[in-house]
């Protein structure tokens, strides 16, 4: 069964509603993966959108956890965050939110657990060709992650998409220190 959402205009207002939740928090995110490519034009679906927010504490999280619950969402894993915070964060699992009474999309939700995650988050952008006002890793992380770790068809293909959107400014040199990055802290 495909659960993928093929309207952009769906995913654009779930995650604007999510983010909205975010920056009134003053909680540092990046988009990340695929919804990059999507964002960018390329014509595919998804379920998920890939979030990864600055290293949050267990108080931190209840709170967050709390604004999103009163902003209509949900997650999947359950509805105590102390539990979740200690089982899912805390081990470097993500949770995933959707709104309440919904299947799809999800909003996958990641806690900065690594320097490789530290750096997009601080070298997050805002990315003009998209026309959206979220942060993004930036397109150098995302080519990288497609092609060193995540490698599936669907990431090579967006890897390619975005190649070729940015073609000549792509900086390959930051690709390549990225990719060196992922095997240092994620290829063991």
Known sequence: ?????????????FIADFVR??????IKYAIVS???????????GTEDIDVIVEKLSANGFESLFGALASAGFEC???GK???????????NSSLRFVRTGEFVPE????????ALDEKQLAERTKLPLTGLPFYFSTIETNIAFKEELLKSPK???DSRHLRTVYEG????????RIKTLIRKYRIR
């Open 155 to 157: 990431d090579i293909a």
């Open 107 to 114: 909003m996958e939700l990641k806690l900065s657990k690594d």
């Open 169 to 176: 400014d792509v900086d390959e040199g930051k690709v390549g």
């Open 21 to 26: 939740v975010l920056e009134a928090r003053g």
């Open 34 to 44: 695929g919804f990059v490519a999507i964002a960018h034009g390329r014509s595919r």
């Open 76 to 78: 999947i894993q359950g």
């Open 81 to 91: 965050p102390e539990e979740l915070y200690a089982d899912y964060l805390a081990e």
């Open 1 to 13: 069964m495909d659960r993928s959402v093929n309207d952009s205009s769906v995913l654009v207002t």
